[in-house]
């Protein structure tokens, strides 16, 4: 199975600045990683597929970019609803496998 | 609009039974490929299965985690998906997702839900 790790753990930021997550796959996913937010009590909301893809409605301060191994999201001039946990997600290969998430909070 | 309305959750002991459903509307669940995910407290996402659409026969597959025990299924004519799982043990508390499951080419990411449903599995 393909593991995911991301970085940081926490990351600790202000409105208006950018977020840089890291997400990194034991083996290469190809662009095959998707990126999703989660709010506390809510489920997981897709925001870029397969790298850099935004999804359907996603502000374009949402960024992805990388391939085969390391992946980065940006987030740029932070909204204050955008403190939340990010969590990336390979479909490369069986079983489909998530990481374990950065919370971004203030 | 696309909405997944699930129900089904709560409290049970181990080894026991409970069935999860998530209602569709908006769009015509069997066109779509459908997956359940549960997440454990303060954990990412963990897959359980899937079923494929009617085009693909409706197959389903299974984390080796619950091979055997848990059971995708779907009623086109209620438009809802299930998720049976019996054997239940402790680990597998965890709020339960039903989610649409799109990607060209190998596997898929989950482009859209449900609200979720809480399994607590006690002994």
């Known amino acids: 199975e393909i593991v995911l790790t991301q970085s940081p753990a926490t990351l600790s930021l202000s409105p208006g600045e950018t977020a840089t997550l890291s997400c990194r796959a034991s083996?290469?996913?190809?662009?095959?990683l998707a990126w999703y937010q989660q709010k506390p009590g809510q489920a997981p909301r897709l925001l870029i597929y397969?790298?850099?893809n935004r999804a359907t409605g996603i502000p374009a301060r949402f960024s992805g970019g990388g391939s085969g191994t390391d992946f980065t999201l940006t987030v740029s001039s932070l909204e204050p609803e955008d403190f939340a946990v990010y969590y990336c997600q390979q479909r490369s290969d069986w079983p489909v496998t998530f990481g374990p998430g950065t919370k971004v909070d203030i | 609009e696309v909405q997944l309305e699930q129900s089904g959750g709560g409290l049970v002991k181990t080894g026991g039974s409970l069935r999860l459903s998530c209602a569709a509307s908006?769009?015509?669940?069997?066109?779509?490929?459908m997956s359940w995910v549960r997440q454990a407290p303060g954990k990412g996402p963990e897959w359980v299965g899937h079923i494929t659409s009617h085009v693909y026969d409706g197959t389903t597959r299974y984390a080796a985690s619950v091979k055997g025990r848990f059971t995708v299924s779907r009623d086109d004519s209620k438009n809802t998906l299930y998720l049976q799982m019996d054997s239940l043990k402790t680990e597998d508390t965890a709020v339960y997702f039903c989610?649409?499951?799109?990607?060209?080419?190998?596997?898929?990411?989950?482009?859209?839900w449900g609200q979720g449903a809480l399994v607590t599995v006690s002994s």
């Open positions: 083996q290469s996913v190809s662009n095959y």
């Open positions: 908006g769009f015509t669940l069997s066109n779509d490929w």
């Open positions: 397969d790298a850099s």
């Open positions: 989610a649409i499951s799109r990607g060209q080419g190998p596997l898929y990411h989950f482009t859209f």
